[in-house]
């Protein structure tokens, strides 16, 4: 999805379960540029570029408006051929990243 280093995440991140019941939205601080079928984000606060992908930009999409993560899940296993399970797992450390990178709002 998102083409940046990962990190650990913090232990001042939700848990799972929390994370699932929480609401995200994206931070508005950021200038966005479609290339082609993907987004690339120039983060003001921190200077960085990164590209979310194909299925990072259509999470991207998703998240114009507060939306229940566990929702968003939802939306993209009854759009693409993809488990519930294995979305959760994808998507899950993708919006953390998201977030510690500050280019979302986790709202548990």
């Known amino acids: 999805m998102m083409k940046a280093d990962t990190k650990s995440h913090s232990s001042e991140q939700p848990s799972r ?8 939205v994206r931070d508005n ?5 479609d ?5 690339v984000i120039l983060s003001v606060k921190n200077g960085k570029y990164y590209n979310l992908g194909i299925m990072g930009s259509q999470i991207w999409e998703f ?21 519930h399970n294995v979305c959760e797992e994808q998507v899950l450390p993708f919006l953390l990243h998201l977030s510690e990178e500050k280019l979302i709002h986790i709202r548990v």
């Open 63 to 83: 998240i114009q408006e507060p939306i229940l993560v566990e929702q968003l899940i939802e939306q993209l296993t009854e759009q693409y051929d993809v488990e």
């Open 35 to 39: 290339m082609g079928e993907e987004k």
């Open 29 to 33: 601080d950021n200038i966005v540029s």
């Open 17 to 24: 379960l929390a994370l699932l019941g929480a609401n995200i």
